[in-house]
Nanobody, 123 residues
């Protein structure tokens, strides 16, 4: 298993940017797909983005395409979510997750989760 710790959340005005980081420890990070999920108050947790172990394959939900990017640095054991042009509807707790496969895009593929970091976008 991999242990994950998110950071970088906070309060930002609409149109602003944040970069979330996920620091991983364990023995499987270099061969595991990584993803970001979010959960807004009163809503189900939803998939946001994922990146394959190599970094060459990424997935995004339509609502964040063109605004968010996901990247990873396996040497640093860190995954990033760069969030630009933030909207109030992006407000949520964001979770980093690790999968036991090299490519993943559904919640069922992910078995390790971070504690979450709050992102609040004001209008």
């Amino acid at each position: 298993q991999v242990q994950l710790v998110e950071s970088g959340g906070g309060l930002v005005q609409a149109g602003g940017s944040l970069r979330l980081s996920c620091a991983a420890s364990g023995r499987t990070f270099s061969t595991a797909a990584m993803g970001w999920f979010r959960q807004a108050p009163g809503k189900e947790r939803e998939f946001v983005a994922s990146i394959s172990w190599s970094g060459r394959t990424t997935y995004f939900i339509d609502s964040v395409k063109g605004r968010f990017t996901i990247s990873r640095d396996n040497a640093k054991r860190t995954v990033y979510l760069q969030m630009n042009s933030l909207k109030p509807e992006d407000t949520a707790v964001y979770y980093c997750a690790a999968a036991g496969v090299r490519i993943a895009s559904s919640e069922a593929d992910f078995g390790s989760w971070g504690q979450g970091t709050q992102v609040t976008v004001s209008s």
